[in-house]
């Protein structure tokens, strides 16, 4: 068993139309961390967000030559684990976020709540930190 978890290697990705405003949007409204973008002007090619609680997700701008990466604005979804989902949700909801599911408890055991971002994507936060794996039971 590891005494720490492993370098996150799966990174969601997602496209914007406003790659730039929905950078601002996630920093601003659930707290991501934008570690690295590289592009110009309003064209983001590539973009780091950490999640201050552990991994993250990559972003650009659509391009016309979209078909390598088929994730449409809009269509994306992630679950984000989080200790303090009330308080992220009352964060997400002063920046602007459309809450679509507000806080509350599920059968599982855990606390989690649903926005939408400006591009139309949903995203989950929630206290429910998945199964531990094999190699850790």
Not at 17 to 37: K, M, N, P, S, Y
Not at 97 to 126: C, K, M, V
Request: contains cysteine; negative net charge.
């Amino acid at each position: 068993m590891s005494a720490t978890a492993p370098q996150p290697q799966v990174w969601p990705t997602l496209r914007a139309h406003d790659a730039r405003g929905l950078i601002r949007f996630l920093v601003d409204a659930f707290g991501f961390e934008e570690t690295v973008v590289y592009g110009e002007g309003d064209r983001v090619d590539h973009a780091q967000m950490s999640w201050p609680e552990g991994g993250g997700i990559m972003l650009g701008s659509v391009r016309d030559d979209d078909n390598a990466i088929p994730t449409k604005p809009g269509t994306f979804g992630a679950y984000v684990v989080t200790a303090r989902p009330d308080e992220l949700c009352e964060r997400a909801k002063a920046a602007g976020a459309e809450i679509i599911s507000p806080p509350h408890d599920t059968d599982y055991g855990s606390r989690d709540f649903a926005a939408r971002d400006p591009e139309g994507n949903r995203w989950s936060f929630g206290t429910y930190r998945g199964e531990p794996r094999k190699a850790d039971r």
